[in-house]
T-cell receptor
Framework: DVKVTQSSRYLVKRTGEKVFLECVQDMDHENMFWYRQDPGLGLRLIYFSYDVKMKEKGDIPEGYSVSREKKERFSLILESASTNQTSMYLCASSLAGGGNQPQHFGDGTRLSIL | AQSVTQLGSHVSVSEGALVLLRCNYSSSVPPYLFWYVQYPNKGLQLLLK??????LVKGINGFEAEFKKSETSFHLTKPSAHMSDAAEYFC???????????FGQGTRLTINP
């Protein structure tokens, strides 16, 4: 089974801090994704990466950046955390393909910005 | 471009009753469609996917979904609900050649004893 591991289940940070969320997958997947999940809004894509050192903006990239130095690891960075970034963050990975590859998800990080 | 609409943010059924969760999509290319389930404090787990083979797709835990191109729908059903089916369900769409999924808003399913 594919394992996607997010480093923290719960995280509390303060406004203005730089925050790192880490994600590791163990199935040699080419694609990795970061979403945020808010009630009533479903999942919204922040950034994704289809190869090492490659990244593309998703639907809501403002206030975030990402890093992918190794194939198995994809980091989400909040440059200067704000209270409106309090949310559940989900990481996912998938094989490269023509869109028919399912994404595999981690258990999420619930982030609170005080 | 793709989009997904899930009709009903909350659905409540009795144990043993039919479960029907509705999903309508729009896509400018032939779509691939997915249903995911999310249990409390967990990530999303794939239930089933449609990738242009059979229009009736069977998934895990007794769920199935039917792709209807004429209605642009991909509704999820289960003949008999179990208490363990209580969760949030997400429909998602992507298109041929695309890597990104577009998710619906989610439907929270409650099972009444």
């Amino acid at each position: 089974d594919v394992k996607v591991t997010q480093s923290s289940r719960y995280l509390v940070k303060r406004t203005g801090e730089k925050v790192f969320l880490e994600c590791v997958q163990d199935m040699d997947h080419e694609n990795m994704f970061w979403y945020r999940q808010d009630p009533g809004l479903g999942l919204r894509l922040i950034y994704f990466s289809y190869d090492v050192k490659m990244k593309e903006k998703g639907d809501i990239p403002e206030g975030y950046s990402v890093s992918r130095e190794k194939k198995e690891r994809f980091s989400l960075i909040l440059e200067s955390a704000s209270t409106n970034q309090t949310s559940m963050y989900l990481c996912a990975s998938s094989l490269a393909g023509g869109g028919n590859q399912p994404q595999h998800f981690g258990d999420g990080t619930r982030l609170s910005i005080l | 471009a793709q989009s997904v609409t899930q009709l009903g943010s909350h659905v409540s059924v009795s144990e043993g009753a039919l479960v029907l969760l509705r999903c309508n999509y729009s896509s400018s290319v032939p779509p691939y469609l997915f249903w995911y389930v999310q249990y409390p404090n967990k990530g999303l787990q794939l239930l089933l996917k449609y990738t242009s083979a059979a229009t009736l797709v069977k998934g895990i835990n007794g769920f199935e979904a039917e792709f209807k191109k004429s209605e642009t729908s991909f509704h999820l059903t289960k003949p008999s609900a179990h208490m363990s089916d209580a969760a949030e369900y997400f429909c998602a769409v992507t298109g041929q050649g695309a890597q990104k999924l577009v998710f619906g808003q989610g439907t929270r399913l409650t099972i009444n004893p």
